[in-house]
Structure formats: structure tokens, C-alpha cells
């Protein structure tokens, strides 16, 4: 099991469509193999910037499997459009 963060930087005013669309992609995850969950926080002193944790089986599964797949293309046409920059993603193993 690994956890991905992935930290999303919104155009400003646009954190509640943000956070529409992300509930839509929430969709295309679960059809993603080795998937396990979300979490979204919200920063408090940055409110356009999102942390999302993310649950793999496996470190292939997302970055092979998830990141070389449609699912991705379909996942990021959905959210991109709300991106201030490009998000920055780091990959953890639990302990």
C-alpha cells in the first residue's frame, strides 16, 4: 500500500467548481485499479489550495496503471481547467 499527495493550487474564486468537479472525478477513480480512497483538505491560510491524499494497492498502479491510462486523461480534462499551476505529487510508503 502507498499513499500519493497531490497538492492542487485553484484559481482563486473558483475553489467551489474546484470542488464540484472533483466530486466527478471521484468517479473516474474508483474505475482505476488498485484504488482505495480520498481524502481533500482545504488550507486554511491558502484557501485555493487543495491536498489531496490518495490510497494505491500499489505504486505501479497509479503511475503505470492509472497515469498511463484514459482514466487519467479523462480525470485531469476534469479538473484542469481549475488548476493555477500544475499540481505537485509525491508518492509515500506506510510504515
Not at 467548481?17 to 466527478?24: D, K, N, P, S, V
Not at 489531496?52 to 487519467?72: I, K, P
Not at 488548476?83 to 508518492?91: C, I, N, R, S, T
Amino acid at each position: 500500500m502507498i499513499v500519493e499527495t497531490a497538492t492542487m493550487s485553484v484559481v482563486p474564486g473558483q475553489e467551489e467548481q474546484f470542488l464540484t468537479a472533483l466530486e466527478r472525478a471521484k468517479g473516474v477513480l474508483a474505475r482505476a485499479r488498485g484504488w482505495r480512497e480520498l481524502h481533500v483538505h482545504r488550507g486554511i491560510e491558502r484557501p485555493s489550495v487543495f491536498l489531496l491524499v490518495l490510497r494505491w494497492e500499489t505504486l505501479e498502479d497509479h503511475t503505470v496503471g492509472f497515469r498511463g491510462s484514459e482514466l487519467f486523461t479523462e480525470w485531469r480534462s476534469i479538473l484542469g481547467p481549475y488548476f493555477a499551476e500544475p499540481p505537485q505529487v509525491e508518492h509515500w510508503e506506510i510504515r
